[in-house]
């Protein structure tokens, strides 16, 4: 059948509209589509990343049932903040560096438990509120009540090796002391009759208390000098606005924090103090103050530059005040006054490794970094006048030694 002209036409402005309509139906949908997706993305909240231990209950696990006293209180403020949680593992035996590593190399937004002290790892990291006070701690049969040191005269006391507790009791000759390596050996001596008291890191001892003595044992913390420490959350020296949040939300949370301490059998009478132990204690490790220990200063044959030779850049006033950052900042990696005994971070051998690019290569190190090698950058925390007297110190320091 032949069309004439006009349904022709009428058949080819149909079709016109009907293409037009598909146009724009495609368009609308597709404007829909990306408007909702626009919306998600502005919506979706960046994830609060918390550092943490995977084995190390009570604080932190990478067991979902049983995450730890630490995960726990940083899920609750990510529900606060309306972000969801992410972690990065790291193990918390590496002491001040895993803060480096984690913390301090942007890995993670916060690390909950470190020590609220203007003296740990000098300006690099900032702190939250206290959320908790963490200490060590006696543990004994139920019979026994201590109000003060001398009730440990004529008793057997589990004591933890190079602790601040093992420094208190090594000038009573009337204390027996059974030496243990962790608070697990002093909780078993306690349970085999082989001690009377054990005195170990509390957070740890209440938590094999209640999950394996079945909470037969009485758990007395103690405070004093290197004895007790106050817990917060620590963040990188500029992350302001996120502690400030967190310190908002943190009182609204203080009954589930007690809750939680509870759970996790953290010690929870008040505390006794034993008395106060003479001389510095040192934080070796994120683990608690159960490894906090004396850092012995071992002799170390070094040479002294000349007056000469170091008039520019080594004053007193300089070298005491690198000396100052390096110690506040640097020690726990590189050893106190620079003495360490691992060769490859031992900064005693600069010259002896670099000869005249020395100075260029502390300089491009301390500035850039050695993200491979777990150093971070320094160029955004210390001014170049602090780096020169770091540097006047480091030359005071170095050894004699040949390169091998």
Not at 315 to 321: R, Y
Request: proline share 6%; glycine share 8%; charged share 20%.
């Amino acid at each position: 059948m032949r069309l004439n002209r006009r349904q022709t036409g009428s058949k080819w402005r149909a079709a016109a509209e009907l293409a037009a309509s598909a146009t724009a139906l495609v368009a609308l949908v597709a404007s829909t589509v990306l408007a909702a997706s626009s919306a998600g993305l502005a919506n979706e909240a960046d994830p609060l990343r918390l550092c943490a231990d995977p084995t190390n209950l009570p604080f932190s696990s990478d067991n979902p049932t049983q995450p730890g006293f630490y995960l726990e209180v940083g899920q609750a403020l990510s529900q606060q903040l309306g972000r969801p949680v992410t972690y990065d593992w790291y193990k918390s035996y590496f002491g001040k560096r895993t803060v480096r590593v984690t913390l301090l190399g942007k890995q993670c937004d916060a690390m909950i438990g470190l020590p609220l002290s203007s003296d740990f790892m000098g300006p690099t990291v900032i702190f939250s509120k206290k959320i908790a006070t963490e200490t060590y701690a006696l543990v004994s049969r139920g019979t026994l009540v201590v109000h003060s040191i001398d009730d440990l005269r004529g008793k057997r006391v589990a004591v933890q090796y190079q602790t601040t507790p093992q420094d208190l009791l090594a000038e009573r000759d009337d204390i027996e002391k059974v030496t243990v390596l962790t608070p697990n050996e002093g909780m078993v001596a306690l349970a085999q009759g082989k001690a009377d008291v054990a005195f170990v890191w509390g957070p740890v001892a209440g938590w094999l208390n209640k999950t394996t003595y079945e909470s037969s044992f009485r758990i007395q913390p103690v405070e004093g000098d290197g004895l007790s420490w106050d817990a917060a959350i620590g963040f990188a020296k500029g992350s302001t606005q996120l502690r400030d949040q967190i310190d908002v939300a943190l009182p609204q949370l203080a009954p589930l924090i007690a809750e939680l301490a509870g759970k996790y059998g953290l010690p929870s009478e008040p505390p006794i103090r034993l008395g106060a132990l003479p001389g510095p204690i040192k934080l070796a490790s994120l683990a608690g103050p159960a490894q906090l220990l004396r850092q012995p200063v071992a002799e170390a044959a070094v040479i002294r530059v000349s007056d000469s030779a170091a008039a520019s850049d080594s004053k007193t006033e300089a070298v005491s005040a690198g000396k100052e950052i390096f110690n506040g900042t640097c020690a726990h990696c590189h050893g106190p006054d620079a003495v360490q005994a691992e060769r490859k971070i031992d900064l005693r051998r600069l010259q002896t490794r670099y000869g005249e690019d020395m100075r260029d290569k502390f300089w491009t190190t301390v500035h850039e970094g050695r993200p491979s090698k777990g150093m971070p950058a320094w160029k955004e925390v210390f001014t170049d006048e602090q780096f020169e007297s770091i540097y006047a110190f480091l030359r005071t320091v170095q050894s004699s030694e040949t390169a091998n």
